[in-house]
């Protein structure tokens, strides 16, 4: 893999992850029309995901610290039989909504890994998914605006945010759109929809960064590919720090379904390329 692949790469990864329109989506053609082998993207983006875990963590450092540092209380709680206390505070609350949204996430995506693993192969599954996410951003616009914070959401809500999440493992749906429409089905406010999205991201990819990765460096790594990694990391974190304050604002000023015309196009032109390419 050349340093521009990787540039290139690590740019997709950073903007798309966090911006709706698909990074597993935007990837895989990438993978395809440019020609890059499978199993260098297997492989690195792995190591893109972690890039981008660093921009969570300087956009949201301090209430991850504060997170951490409650998980620590909990279990001193529980040891000494106070038990977890879940409306204890608002950060601990919050702690055991991130971990309800999880679950879903982590049941559906050892269910169905393989079907999603075959989707990941068509033109067709991709461009669907990308036409999708166009049309529910545009819908979630229409929402009334919620009025939940952490004390008002329900750990209901948090499931189904949760399942909208497993949803986006598909290629071509969104992983940070579905989960802020969701939040915002759910009457969350819309400040703490992309808070939630982006902290329950953090766990996901945690997770999809341990399972993937004995698979993607069973053969090793190549020393020629070091210069690669570090280009594309880098520029996956910052493109994604990027990315989460543009989310931040589009949100706010009810413009997630100016992103729907990017998708529709790019679905319906993949698709059409499935068929007549």
Known sequence: MTVLES???????????????SSSGHLALLEHFFGIEEGNVVSFAVLLHVGTLFSIFAVYYREIW????????????VVRGRGPQINLNETRRLGF??????????L?????QDLVSKLYGTLFAIGAGLVITGTVLFVSERVAPGVRGVKDMKFRHAVFVGILQSVALCPGISRSGSTIVGGLFAGLTREFAVRFAFLISIPSVLGAVVLE??????????????LPVI??????????????????????????????????????????????G
């Not at 504060?66 to 709680?77: K, M, Y």
């Not at 909504?97 to 982590?106: E, F, G, K, S």
């Not at 559906?108 to 169905?112: A, E, N, Q, V, Y």
């Open 7 to 21: 540039f290139i790469l690590g740019l997709a990864q950073g903007l798309t992850e966090f911006l709706p329109v």
């Open 213 to 226: 990765a004995p698979d993607a460096f069973r053969g090793g790594m190549d020393a020629a590919m070091l």
């Open 97 to 106: 909504l991130i971990i309800a949204a999880t679950l879903p996430t982590v």
């Open 108 to 112: 559906i995506g050892l269910l169905f």
């Open 231 to 276: 280009v594309g990391v880098a520029v996956s974190a910052l493109s994604g720090f990027f990315a989460i304050k543009t989310m931040i604002r589009i949100v706010s000023g009810k413009k997630l379904y100016y992103f729907s015309f990017y998708t529709w196009a790019l679905g319906a032109a993949v698709v059409a390329y499935h068929f007549f």
């Open 66 to 77: 504060n997170l951490i540092l409650e998980l620590l209380a909990v279990i001193r709680d």
